[in-house]
Nanobody
Framework: QVQLVESGGGLVQPGGSLRLSCAAS????????MGWYRQAPGKQRELVAT???????NYADSAKGRFTISIENAKNTVYLQMNSLKPEDTAVYYC????????WGQGTQVTVSS
């Protein structure tokens, strides 16, 4: 079992930045692929970014050049640095850990608005 706890969401103006954090309950990054997803009102959950156990990163087209996924092993934490935020980035952001099972966090709200 893996527990994931996201934090760092909030209200930010267009063009601003936020860093989301996802703390895992134990050391899993040597095994699991970690991902950030988001779900806007009335829309399906979509992939934002993933990072594999060997450090390979993958980004949705909407995130390329603006978002960065990273891991801090010492803190069992995966981050999503989001820059140049747009109103269309408004969503609940979820962290997930993929291996034989998939574990999800509870989500953190990101609102981009002036």
């Amino acid at each position: 079992q893996v527990q994931l706890v996201e934090s760092g969401g909030g209200l930010v103006q267009p063009g601003g930045s936020l860093r989301l954090s996802c703390a895992a309950s134990r050391s899993i990054f040597s095994i699991y692929t970690m991902g950030w997803y988001r779900q806007a009102p009335g829309k399906q959950r979509e992939l934002v970014a993933t990072i594999t156990r060997d450090g390979s990163r993958n980004y949705a087209d909407s995130a390329k050049g603006r978002f960065t996924i990273s891991i801090e092993n010492a803190k069992n934490t995966v981050y999503l640095q989001m820059n140049s935020l747009k109103p269309e980035d408004t969503a609940v952001y979820y962290c997930a850990a993929h291996y034989m099972n998939t574990y999800w966090g509870q989500g953190t709200q990101v609102t981009v608005s002036s």
